[in-house]
């Protein structure tokens, strides 16, 4: 019988897509899964500005025709932590105020184990952070995929929308102490 642990080449550790998520890493392949006609890529913050002025964000397009469910998800490489965590926060850019955001996360082996909270926009052309309270979810089971759907339950128009800073909170509240910080 032979046990090894911690193997590393060099010293060199190798980034790991997991939350807090920004999209800054170059190092980092940010690979969404797309579904509905709804498209994502990382590109440059077209909007700097207020809440948001990361250099890099994620940019969905929800196609013209595109389904009410279209949206995108992004597999981590480990499971988010929701032991003692109960929001999960998100920078958003939208053109249209009052629409529904879906934030859901899932089991990447088991898709039928998932949590999904929807949350509406306040403001149009402008970043804003949103909240969505997942303080039911099952912290017991594996969450290691994120899927975002804007303007759920609407036919895509052709909208361009942008999110940055996926993260979860400590606690209930979003002002707790905390809060975890992205690099």
């Known amino acids: 019988t032979y046990y090894f642990d911690d193997i590393s080449m060099g010293g060199v550790v190798m980034p790991m897509l997991a939350l807090p998520l920004g999209f800054e890493d170059a190092a980092l392949t940010y690979a969404f899964t797309d579904f509905g006609g709804a498209t994502t890529t990382v590109i440059?913050?077209?909007?700097?500005?207020?809440?948001n002025t990361s250099a890099k964000v994620a940019h969905l397009n929800k196609g013209n025709g595109a389904e009410g469910w279209a949206?995108?998800?992004?597999?981590?490489?480990?499971?988010?932590?929701?032991?003692?965590?109960?929001?999960f926060q998100m920078d958003v850019w939208s053109p249209k105020s009052g629409i529904t955001v879906k934030l859901?996360?899932?089991?990447?082996?088991?898709?039928?184990?998932?949590y999904e909270v929807d949350v509406?926009?306040?403001?149009?052309?402008?970043?804003?952070?949103?909240?969505?309270?997942?303080s039911a979810i099952d912290a017991a089971q594996v969450f290691d995929r994120v899927v975002v759907f804007f303007d759920f339950g609407t036919p895509g128009d052709g909208s361009d929308y942008y999110f940055d800073n996926l993260q979860v909170l400590a606690g209930e509240d979003p002002g707790d102490a905390g809060l975890l910080l992205l690099p």
Request: glycine share 6%; charged share 20%; proline share 4%.
């Open 44 to 51: 440059d913050n077209p909007d700097a500005s207020g809440s």
């Open 71 to 87: 949206g995108s998800f992004i597999q981590l490489d480990e499971a988010i932590d929701f032991n003692n965590k109960g929001t």
């Open 104 to 114: 859901k996360v899932e089991n990447s082996a088991n898709p039928d184990i998932n």
């Open 120 to 134: 509406l926009t306040t403001t149009s052309n402008t970043w804003e952070t949103l909240t969505w309270d997942f």
